[in-house]
């Protein structure tokens, strides 16, 4: 009895330490975007001798035109259509692939598979120049439209196969009862891979949260910046740079992606789980 | 099974060429009339990279220019460092460019081997007479075409940070050269083992070597016809002084530094003030003082020299280049925007330095008048210019000639190679490389 409970004991230890690795990071970050840049860099101590408590709210009135606000509404005005519509067209498609027969499909599937294994600077150029010819540059289309048409091929992958997960029984079942297709979608198929759905959104949102590369590449006004651009409006090895308030933002930036994990994390956790994907 | 696949295969095929084909071919622009009457309402993009400094100043100066031109409105798109040459070289390659554009040295030469850009020689309304023409030469012109004008100008100089230098005991009033740095070094070192002179990353080791290089045979490293700049021993004697250098701790060891590459700024023995001197361009000097406490006085000297030295090999550089992009459909009013930008007295005062030292004459005095400018970096400047050594040429600056040459040089910073064997492997390596360079 003994030997099991101190056995219990040092493995909350060890992991109590490993969790404190795991998160000093994001500590140094809070910690750190209250220093001089001089204490940041010249020292590795945590904690510093003095403190300046103006970083949050300099960074947030941001510099040039536009601040942190803007930023934030405009991340939000690209995030939130992008994630609903990716849900929406991935599952569609998925269910498809997963519970129909028809022309091609072995060719469309591999099509879909090879488009995962694209790697994302080839199709750079031409899809520019295929955004651009739709006058879509400098808009927040280039990332909603395509999400409505399914084009993340790792999203339907996963989705599929949490489809093939649940017995076709069901949806027999359901035909008898009535339904059609769709209605064997939405009302029985739907409800048993929240998991899924839940995991798919988590990722799309982060994804899309923190993309930088696309976002610049798209997005050429400064009023429509997200916060991924905003936060690397001022880094340039020629001026001096106010690390502590580019570390607040990137604190108030974090924000979103902790809750929305917080919130949706037990069925995050079961969605990695029982589709066999390694978060 | 076996024909399905393999009209499977036919089809995938078919689209791939389909996609490769719709994204290659490139829309045909129907040119709008370029003619505009002075009251035409005109907006112009303009887009730069910098810091916060340098974006509000910007700002600022596009407000004053809607004086200058009310009929023209500029926007502008502004961004940090990261990212801007992906996405202005995908604009570029689309048509989808600014008018006007901000532009990093290195890239010219593979930018200019399209159309991208106006010719600004014998614009109307472009004023290049501010500018030093050598200097115009050296960066501006390309296959015969001046494609851009340079903003600012930037010098190589040892960055002194004087308070912690007369603290131990540096002097900051002399010309350095090798042997100087040599004995300064070791004996600050040899006094405190914490303390070194001179702060240097992997890079500015390679600028280091192929200064002394330069100042000892008075010409390129690498020459125009790809043949070598030096001899087999004068390489030798230039990694010896590298190695001594090291193993005495006139540098901070490799190893340490080098962990800082590219953001110099963030090395604690600067931070910390136990490295007095750093060899940098100019232009960083802002950065690397803000991190120091207030109060610590930075100046700045001509990097070394050589005692003997036939060429200063002293670096000069435009702090970035401005062009006009030739797909612009207002080129007349872009031109003259930039003309205010560069050589107007006003654009001058509001702008400063912010992109280093004006290049042109009359706002360089502008500036300096209402006092915009820190002094330090007006003397880096000043003293680069005048002592400007050799502009290297294209091959010299090859990124894969100096990938041999980083390799040998840390090779022998870390110890690992003796300057005699790391000279004759330089040797061996780059004539292989340029003779491949050369049949390219």
Same mark, same amino acid.
């Given at each position: 009895?003994?030997?099991?409970? #101190?056995?219990?004991?040092?493995?909350?230890?060890?992991?109590?330490?490993?969790?404190?690795?795991?998160?000093?990071?994001?500590?140094? &970050?809070?910690?750190?975007?209250?220093?001089?840049?001089?204490?940041?860099?010249?020292?590795?101590?945590?904690?510093?001798?003095?403190?300046?408590?103006?970083?949050?709210? &300099?960074?947030?009135?941001?510099?040039?035109?536009?601040?942190?606000?803007?930023?934030?509404?405009?991340?939000?005005?690209?995030?939130?259509?992008?994630?609903?519509?990716?849900?929406?067209? #991935?599952?569609?498609?998925?269910?498809?692939?997963?519970?129909?027969?028809? /022309?091609?499909?072995?060719?469309?599937?591999?099509?879909?598979?090879?488009?995962?294994?694209?790697?994302?600077?080839?199709?750079?150029? /031409?899809?520019?120049?295929?955004?651009? =010819?739709?006058?879509?540059?400098?808009?927040?289309?280039?990332?909603?439209? /395509? #999400?409505?048409?399914?084009?993340?091929?790792?999203?339907?992958?996963? &989705?599929?196969?949490?489809?093939?997960?649940?017995?076709?029984?069901?949806?027999?079942?359901?035909?008898?009862?009535?339904?059609?297709?769709?209605?064997?979608?939405?009302?029985?198929?739907?409800?048993?891979?929240? /998991?899924?759905?839940?995991?798919?959104?988590?990722?799309?949102?982060?994804?899309?949260?923190?993309?930088?590369?696309?976002?610049?590449?798209?997005?050429?006004?400064?009023? =429509?910046?997200?916060?991924?651009?905003?936060?690397?409006?001022?880094?340039?090895?020629?001026?001096?740079?106010?690390?502590?308030?580019?570390?607040?933002?990137?604190?108030? #930036?974090?924000?979103?992606?902790?809750?929305?994990?917080?919130?949706?994390?037990?069925?995050?956790?079961?969605?990695?789980?029982?589709?066999?994907? =390694?978060? | 099974?076996?024909?399905?696949?393999?009209?499977?295969?036919?089809?995938?095929?078919?689209?791939?060429?389909?996609? @490769?084909?719709?994204?290659?071919?490139?829309?045909?622009?129907?040119?709008?009339?370029?003619?505009?009457?002075?009251?035409?309402?005109?907006?112009?993009?303009?887009?730069?990279?910098?810091?916060?400094?340098? $974006?509000?100043?910007?700002?600022?100066?596009?407000?004053?220019?809607?004086?200058?031109?009310?009929?023209?409105?500029?926007?502008?798109? +502004?961004?940090?460092?990261?990212? +801007?040459?992906?996405?202005?070289?995908?604009?570029?390659?689309?048509?989808?460019?600014?008018?006007?554009?901000?532009?990093?040295? *290195?890239?010219?030469?593979?930018?200019?081997?399209?159309?991208?850009?106006?010719?600004?020689? !014998?614009?109307?309304?472009?004023?290049?007479?501010?500018?030093?023409?050598?200097?115009?030469?050296?960066?501006?012109? +390309?296959?015969?075409?001046?494609?851009?004008? *340079?903003?600012?100008?930037?010098?190589?100089?040892?960055?002194? !940070?004087?308070?912690?230098?007369?603290?131990?005991?540096? *002097?900051?009033?002399?010309?350095?050269?090798?042997?100087?740095? +040599?004995?300064?070094?070791?004996?600050? $070192?040899?006094?405190?083992?914490?303390? %070194?002179?001179?702060?240097?990353? $992997?890079?500015?080791?390679?600028?280091?070597?192929?200064?002394?290089?330069?100042?000892?045979?008075?010409?390129?490293?690498?020459?125009?016809?790809?043949?070598?700049?030096?001899?087999?021993?004068?390489?030798?004697?230039?990694?010896?002084?590298?190695?001594?250098?090291?193993?005495?701790?006139? %540098?901070? *060891?490799?190893?340490?530094?080098?962990?800082?590459?590219?953001?110099?700024?963030? !090395?604690?023995?600067?931070?910390?003030?136990?490295?007095?001197? @750093?060899?940098?361009?100019?232009?960083?000097?802002?950065?690397?003082?803000?991190?120091?406490?207030?109060?610590?006085?930075?100046?700045?000297?001509?990097?070394?020299?050589?005692?003997?030295?036939?060429?200063?090999?002293?670096?000069?550089?435009?702090?970035?280049?401005?062009?006009?992009?030739?797909?612009?459909? $207002?080129?007349?009013?872009?031109?003259?925007?930039?003309?205010?930008?560069? !050589?107007?007295?006003?654009?001058?005062?509001?702008?400063?330095?912010?992109?280093?030292?004006?290049?042109?004459?009359?706002?360089?005095?502008?500036?300096?008048?209402?006092?915009?400018?820190?002094?330090?970096?007006?003397?880096?400047?000043?003293?680069?210019?005048?002592?400007?050594?050799?502009?290297?040429?294209?091959?010299?600056?090859?990124?894969?000639?100096?990938?041999?040459?980083?390799?040998?040089?840390?090779?022998?910073?870390?110890?690992?190679?003796?300057?005699?064997?790391?000279?004759?492997?330089?040797?061996?390596?780059?004539?292989?490389?340029?003779?491949?360079?050369?049949?390219?």
């Amino acid at each position: 009895m003994t030997h099991a409970s #101190s056995n219990k004991w040092l493995s909350y230890v060890l992991l109590t330490l490993l969790g404190f690795v795991m998160i000093y990071p994001l500590i140094w &970050l809070f910690v750190s975007s209250f220093k001089t840049n001089q204490d940041i860099f010249g020292s590795s101590k945590l904690f510093a001798d003095t403190y300046v408590w103006n970083s949050y709210s &300099l960074g947030w009135a941001g510099t040039g035109q536009y601040g942190f606000q803007q930023f934030f509404v405009n991340t939000l005005k690209l995030v939130l259509p992008t994630v609903v519509l990716t849900i929406v067209s #991935s599952v569609i498609v998925a269910y498809g692939f997963s519970r129909f027969t028809f /022309p091609l499909r072995t060719l469309l599937f591999s099509l879909m598979m090879a488009t995962l294994m694209l790697p994302d600077a080839t199709v750079m150029i /031409p899809r520019y120049i295929l955004f651009n =010819k739709l006058g879509w540059l400098d808009t927040y289309l280039p990332f909603i439209v /395509p #999400s409505a048409f399914a084009t993340s091929a790792f999203f339907i992958y996963m &989705l599929i196969q949490f489809f093939r997960g649940l017995p076709r029984e069901l949806d027999e079942s359901a035909t008898i009862d009535g339904c059609n297709s769709f209605m064997i979608l939405i009302r029985v198929l739907l409800p048993l891979c929240k /998991p899924a759905l839940f995991s798919v959104g988590i990722f799309q949102f982060i994804w899309t949260w923190n993309d930088f590369f696309n976002s610049i590449i798209y997005i050429s006004s400064v009023k =429509k910046f997200t916060v991924s651009l905003g936060l690397r409006l001022s880094l340039d090895a020629s001026s001096a740079v106010s690390w502590n308030q580019v570390l607040a933002m990137s604190v108030v #930036s974090v924000v979103p992606c902790i809750l929305l994990f917080f919130l949706a994390q037990k069925y995050f956790v079961e969605g990695i789980s029982t589709t066999g994907l =390694k978060g | 099974m076996q024909r399905l696949k393999g009209l499977n295969g036919f089809i995938a095929l078919m689209l791939v060429f389909a996609i @490769i084909i719709s994204g290659c071919s490139s829309g045909n622009k129907d040119k709008e009339n370029t003619g505009s009457s002075p009251d035409e309402k005109v907006t112009l993009r303009f887009s730069w990279w910098g810091g916060d400094g340098r $974006h509000e100043a910007t700002l600022a100066a596009i407000d004053a220019y809607k004086k200058v031109a009310p009929n023209v409105t500029i926007e502008a798109e +502004y961004q940090g460092f990261d990212g +801007y040459e992906q996405k202005v070289k995908t604009q570029l390659a689309s048509a989808t460019s600014a008018d006007i554009i901000q532009l990093d040295v *290195p890239w010219m030469k593979e930018l200019t081997k399209n159309d991208f850009f106006l010719d600004l020689r !014998n614009q109307e309304g472009l004023s290049l007479e501010g500018f030093d023409q050598d200097f115009l030469n050296n960066f501006s012109v +390309y296959n015969d075409k001046m494609v851009a004008l *340079p903003s600012g100008v930037n010098a190589y100089a040892l960055v002194i !940070n004087k308070t912690a230098a007369d603290k131990l005991g540096v *002097p900051t009033d002399i010309q350095w050269d090798w042997d100087t740095l +040599y004995e300064e070094g070791k004996k600050l $070192h040899e006094k405190d083992n914490t303390k %070194y002179l001179l702060l240097a990353d $992997h890079g500015m080791l390679m600028q280091d070597f192929t200064n002394m290089l330069k100042q000892r045979t008075g010409t390129q490293w690498i020459n125009e016809d790809y043949t070598l700049g030096f001899t087999k021993e004068e390489a030798a004697g230039a990694l010896e002084w590298i190695d001594k250098a090291m193993k005495a701790g006139v %540098y901070q *060891p490799l190893g340490e530094s080098d962990l800082f590459f590219g953001k110099t700024e963030q !090395n604690p023995k600067w931070i910390n003030q136990d490295i007095p001197i @750093i060899s940098a361009m100019s232009s960083t000097l802002l950065s690397l003082r803000s991190v120091l406490p207030e109060g610590v006085e930075v100046v700045t000297a001509l990097p070394a020299i050589d005692k003997n030295a036939k060429n200063s090999a002293v670096l000069v550089r435009p702090s970035q280049l401005i062009a006009v992009s030739s797909k612009s459909k $207002h080129p007349e009013e872009s031109v003259k925007f930039l003309n205010w930008l560069m !050589n107007d007295a006003e654009a001058a005062v509001i702008l400063g330095d912010v992109r280093s030292i004006p290049a042109s004459a009359p706002a360089q005095k502008a500036a300096v008048e209402a006092g915009k400018i820190d002094e330090a970096i007006t003397k880096a400047v000043e003293m680069g210019l005048k002592n400007a050594g050799i502009v290297d040429n294209a091959v010299a600056t090859n990124s894969e000639v100096s990938a041999l040459l980083q390799d040998v040089i840390e090779k022998v910073a870390f110890g690992k190679l003796t300057p005699d064997k790391a000279a004759q492997e330089l040797v061996s390596s780059l004539e292989k490389k340029l003779k491949e360079l050369q049949g390219r």
